[in-house]
T-cell receptor
Framework: KAGVTQTPRYLIKTRGQQVTLSCSPI?????VSWYQQTPGQGLQFLFE???????NKGNFPGRFSGRQFSNSRSEMNVSTLELGDSALYLCASSLALDTQYFGPGTRLTVL | GNSVTQMEGPVTLSEEAFLTINCTYT??????LFWYVQYPGEGLQLLLKATKADDKGSNKGFEATYRKETTSFHLEKGSVQVSDSAVYFC????????????FGAGTTVTVRA
C-alpha cells in the first residue's frame, strides 16, 4: 500500500506570496493532519480534517488554512508569507484515531 | 495540557553500543505513546507504539515499555548500527485532546563505525 505523499517536496517563495501544499493520504485513511516543523519550535500541530471537515485547529494565525476533498486528499494554504513560515510541513494520515503515518514533508523556504 | 520531555542530545555512540533515550510525559487522559524516527531529509516514520500500561512496543530491534506509574516510555536498542543515526521523537495522543500528537523536542543520535 502506498504511503502518504506530499507535493511539492521543495518550494521557494518570497515574502508576501501565498503557497498551496498538497497531501494524499494512505488509501482508506479519512483523517489528515498537518504539522509544522522548525528548529526553534519543533513539531507543532496545525489542523486536522476528517471527511472534508476541519475537526481541530492549532494555535496558528488565520493566514494558515486548509481543506479536504471528497477523496480525502488535503491541501494547506499559507497566505502573505513571512520569513518565519520557512519550515518543513508534514502531513499525516490515520485510519484508527490514535496512529498517524507521516509523509516525507514539503520544505518551504521564504526569502 | 499534554507534554512530552525527552533527554537532550546529541547522543554519539559507537556501533554495537547500547542506546537508551529517556522519555517522560504528562497527559490529561490515558494516552497512547509513540516513538517516531526522522532520517536526514525525510519525514517521520512510526517506529513503535504502545496503547496501554505495561505494553511493550518493538520494531527493528528497538523497544519501549509503557510505564504508567513513572509516566515514562524510554526507547532502547541493544546494539546500534550506523544506519540508526537519526532524530528520534517521543510523542503521545489521547482522546481528551482529539488525538492530536504532542511531541518531545527530539533527540539526535549519531552512530560511528
Amino acid at each position: 500500500k502506498a504511503g502518504v505523499t506530499q507535493t511539492p517536496r521543495y518550494l521557494i517563495k518570497t515574502r508576501g506570496q501565498q503557497v498551496t501544499l498538497s497531501c494524499s493520504p494512505i488509501s482508506g485513511h479519512r483523517s489528515v493532519s498537518w504539522y509544522q516543523q522548525t528548529p526553534g519550535q519543533g513539531l507543532q500541530f496545525l489542523f486536522e480534517y476528517f471527511s472534508e471537515t476541519q475537526r481541530n485547529k492549532g494555535n496558528f494565525p488565520g493566514r494558515f488554512s486548509g481543506r479536504q476533498f471528497s477523496n480525502s486528499r488535503s491541501e494547506m494554504n499559507v497566505s502573505t508569507l513571512e520569513l518565519g513560515d520557512s519550515a518543513l510541513y508534514l502531513c499525516a494520515s490515520s485510519l484508527a484515531l490514535d496512529t498517524q503515518y507521516f509523509g516525507p514533508g514539503t520544505r518551504l523556504t521564504v526569502l | 495540557g499534554n507534554s512530552v520531555t525527552q533527554m537532550e542530545g546529541p547522543v554519539t555512540l559507537s556501533e554495537e553500543a547500547f542506546l537508551t533515550i529517556n522519555c517522560t510525559y504528562t497527559a490529561t487522559g490515558y494516552p497512547s505513546l509513540f516513538w517516531y524516527v526522522q532520517y536526514p531529509g525525510e519525514g517521520l516514520q512510526l517506529l513503535l507504539k504502545a496503547t496501554k500500561a505495561d505494553d511493550k512496543g518493538s520494531n527493528k530491534g528497538f523497544e519501549a515499555t509503557y510505564r504508567k506509574e513513572t509516566t515514562s516510555f524510554h526507547l532502547e536498542k541493544g546494539s546500534v548500527q550506523v544506519s540508526d543515526s537519526a532524530v528520534y521523537f517521543c510523542a503521545l495522543s489521547d482522546l481528551q485532546n482529539d488525538y492530536k500528537l504532542s511531541f518531545g523536542a527530539g533527540t539526535t543520535v549519531t552512530v560511528r563505525a
